[in-house]
């Protein structure tokens, strides 16, 4: 008993303490999106109080992200009408993006984040990070920028610099030092002390007289279900579009879940969270609010202020409320250059150039990573994420496209059979030609494949017998099988043995299907090379030959 109080007792602590990073975020990460500061706060709850109920992690901090928020706003910034509009297509997305979450559960792709490499992943945050950061500074310099893209912000600036509010300027300033000063290594909520300091300045200090925008009033008296009505063409883009919503959302949860589930030695389910985010994130949408997920930044908060369940979420979520009942028209005071520095704090964990070291010494994904970021930067976030992970994708099936085709040899007096190339004390079996592709055989590569063999074959007029090993192809698409067919026909002409040889039970399978259809022709195999030698016809002796020991 003693122990459950000092648990809950933990958990109030934590829930206390995150409760005074979340709120000044959600307020941010709504001027991020270009929605009301409501929208941040209502998606804030309500993804603490879903994960809370529903989720697996004990850690698990659901709320909106600057990804979402930067995701969200790349995705709706180019929608006619106004800002009624605006909001009905951003409400839209997030109820989307959460079906699309619970029909992934239901479908069980709880390992759907794989489809992003780390290296894209991480190129893409870096260059989501560094877009995010450049896009507040119109706010702390009070420039007018007639542009949307990164890279035409960045000449806008520096046009209108001469022109800059020096008093939003060190506004800004001052609260980015601060936090940069307590935010780092410290259980202080940086965020809150910054907002509570330009709350308290601004009954001081008028920040309209001296150009310094606010929040302005929060509306949080239309909160309700709402289903946004718009035509058949709008529903429609909304789905595609969710669906990079969504993959951005998980894989950072998923990769906040299981850092920490790892950590701890904790188990957690992946399509449970997926059906748990698809909630939370249908909710918000129906009540206007933002898409929410599992940020790294407020998770770790979460686990440094001593949380030991997700008491601690739904604690926090109640004094989220409470503090926003008693505290609504201070809010409204808040600078919003203030706000901005708490976004740029946010994202400067992810601005770190050492996570991209590893791939430089390795020697591999560089120009993923780099082309990664430069999408973001160049092509926006939407289009950025979506070619990093089509480059991705590309350069992986060139690899595969592109397999080596190993000739094997007999090393020694072993059963062990290797690459003649790698190995010179290994020998060829007289007469029969081994052969192992290095990759699983499939539509890019078989006719590559096939045409390796072929010239290999053709190269050694006198072979009595073709070996192909397959150890390497788990199972066989219709392209694979039509060139194996091809080879098949290629080496009864020249009345050579055909085996294939390793075979995994669905490429056996399949094979033996195709078979029992064309006919005779191909020894099949799942047993080693050494033992399927043994399935070749005997070789005929004529004088001044011995067979081959075998």
Not at 354 to 368: H, Q
Request: net charge neutral; hydrophobic share 55%.
């Amino acid at each position: 008993m003693v122990a459950r109080g000092a648990q809950l007792m933990r958990d109030l602590i934590a829930a206390a303490s995150i409760a005074g990073l979340l709120i000044p975020e959600a307020v941010a990460y709504s001027g991020l999106a270009g929605l009301p500061p409501q929208a941040g706060l209502i998606a804030l709850v309500i993804g603490l109080v879903v994960y809370g109920l529903t989720g697996s992690s004990r850690y698990a901090i659901v709320s909106s992200t600057s990804s979402s928020a930067a995701v969200l706003a790349a995705t709706v910034q180019n929608m006619a009408g106004g800002p009624g509009a605006h909001l009905a297509v951003a409400a839209m997305l997030v109820a989307v993006t959460g079906v699309l979450f619970m029909l992934a559960s239901a479908a069980r792709l709880g390992g759907m984040s794989d489809f992003i490499s780390r290296p894209v992943l991480r190129g893409f945050t870096f260059g989501l990070a560094l877009t995010m950061a450049i896009k507040q500074l119109p706010t702390f310099l009070v420039v007018p920028i007639r542009h949307g893209d990164t890279l035409r912000i960045v000449v806008d600036l520096l046009a209108g610099l001469p022109h800059a509010n020096l008093v939003s300027l060190a506004v800004g300033g001052l609260a980015l030092a601060l936090l940069f000063a307590c935010g780092r290594g410290s259980r202080l909520p940086a965020s809150l002390m910054v907002i509570i300091m330009g709350i308290a300045a601004s009954y001081v200090v008028d920040w309209q007289r001296y150009g310094v925008a606010v929040v302005g009033a929060i509306d949080l008296q239309d909160i309700g279900l709402h289903v946004p009505r718009l035509d058949r063409n709008a529903w429609l883009q909304a789905i595609e579009l969710g669906m990079a919503l969504v993959l951005i959302l998980y894989a950072e949860s998923y990769g906040s879940i299981r850092n920490f589930a790892l950590k701890h030695g904790d188990t957690v389910s992946a399509n449970r969270d997926l059906f748990s985010l698809g909630c939370a994130n249908l909710l918000s949408g129906l009540l206007r609010g933002m898409p929410v997920g599992a940020g790294y930044s407020a998770t770790s908060a979460n686990e440094a202020a001593g949380a030991q369940s997700r008491r601690a979420g739904l604690c926090a979520a109640l004094i989220i409320v409470l503090a926003v009942w008693l505290l609504l028209p201070q809010l409204a005071r808040t600078p919003e250059a203030v706000l901005s520095a708490i976004v740029i704090f946010a994202v400067s964990h992810s601005l770190r150039p050492a996570v991209f070291r590893p791939y430089w010494v390795w020697r591999r994904d560089r120009l993923v990573t780099a082309a990664a970021i430069l999408a973001v930067l160049v092509l926006g976030v939407l289009h950025g994420l979506l070619a990093g992970i089509g480059l991705s994708l590309i350069m992986t099936l060139r690899k595969l496209s592109e397999p080596k085709l190993s000739m094997l040899g007999r090393l020694g007096d072993s059963h062990d059979f290797v690459d003649l190339a790698q190995h010179a004390e290994a020998k060829a079996v007289p007469g029969v030609l081994i052969v192992r592709p290095e990759a699983q055989m499939f539509f890019a590569n078989a006719d590559r494949l096939f045409n390796g063999v072929m010239q290999l074959i053709s190269a050694q007029p006198d072979l009595r017998a073709v070996m192909l090993s397959l150890e390497e192809s788990p199972d066989l698409d219709g392209t694979a099988l039509e060139s194996l067919q091809l080879l098949t026909a290629a080496c009864r002409s020249r009345k050579v043995p055909l085996i294939l040889a390793r075979l995994k039970p669905a490429a056996l399978q399949v094979l033996e299907r195709v078979a029992d259809e064309q006919g005779a022709g191909v020894v099949l195999s799942e047993l080693s090379v050494d033992e399927s030698l043994l399935l070749l016809p005997p070789q005929p002796v004529s004088a001044g030959v011995k067979p081959d020991d075998r």
